[in-house]
Nanobody, 126 residues
Framework: QVQLVESGGGLVQAGGSLRLSCTAS??????????MAWFRQAPGKEREFASA????????AYSDSVKGRFTISRDNLKNTVWLQMNSLKPEDTAVYYC?????????????????WGQGTQVTVSS
């Protein structure tokens, strides 16, 4: 089993920055063998893909809505993935979820990930 815990959310003004963290733990897991991702869910909307990173960190992916503003990174020795969010907009307001999976390639859909965190709230005021 894998447990994912997100942190770093909060309230920020438009144009500001936040850095989300996702720390993985579990009795038997190998974060170096897992692709990691961030999804987000705004009130009344479906959960949507934001960003993903491959097992080694060599490959990243972003949705069009966050590309150029968000940066995903990871440190397998620290069992941690980060999402640096800059130039935040009110439309970035959502609960942000960390996800992980042992798949071969990084995915952009919810079904590509079997492990999920509880989420952290990000609120961007105008």
């Amino acid at each position: 089993q894998v447990q994912l815990v997100e942190s770093g959310g909060g309230l920020v003004q438009a144009g500001g920055s936040l850095r989300l963290s996702c720390t993985a733990s579990g009795r038997t897991f190998n974060i170096g063998a897992m692709n990691m991702a961030w999804f987000r869910q705004a009130p009344g909307k479906e959960r949507e893909f934001a960003s993903a990173i491959s097992r080694s960190g060599a490959t990243t992916a972003y949705s069009d809505s966050v590309k150029g503003r968000f940066t995903i990174s990871r440190d397998n020795l620290k069992n941690t993935v980060w999402l640096q969010m800059n130039s935040l907009k009110p439309e970035d307001t959502a609960v942000y979820y960390c996800a992980a999976d042992y798949s071969v390639t990084i995915g952009r859909t919810r079904s590509d990930y079997n492990y999920w965190g509880q989420g952290t709230q990000v609120t961007v005021s105008s």
